[in-house]
């Protein structure tokens, strides 16, 4: 099972494996939002929604319903 972005806990890191481009807007990509990138959820919003995350040092909220379509790996895996 593949685990994505909104799969991530508080304080839990991974690497950006595969991003749908269809469901992702262009801005989430030029900010980082790229296969092989790290990631780090940093602090979700009251209601799980947005979530803040760290990609490769750049600090930005996405919704979780454009969170579930970027998949990632975790070292726990």
């Known amino acids: 099972m593949s685990l994505t972005l909104a799969d991530l806990k508080r304080g839990q890191q991974g690497i950006i494996t595969d991003v749908s481009s ?6 989430l990509l030029e900010m980082g939002c790229l296969p092989g990138n790290s990631v780090e959820l940093v602090q979700v919003a009251p209601f799980a929604d ?14 979780k319903e454009t969170a579930i379509h970027i998949l990632i790996e975790t070292s726990d895996e």
Not at 22 to 27: D, E, G, R, V, W
Not at 50 to 60: A, Q, R, V
Request: glycine fraction near 4%; hydrophobic fraction near 40%; aromatic fraction near 4%.
């Open 50 to 63: 947005p979530m803040y995350l760290n990609i490769n040092g750049s600090h930005l909220a996405i919704r």
């Open 22 to 27: 269809n469901q992702i807007p262009l801005k």
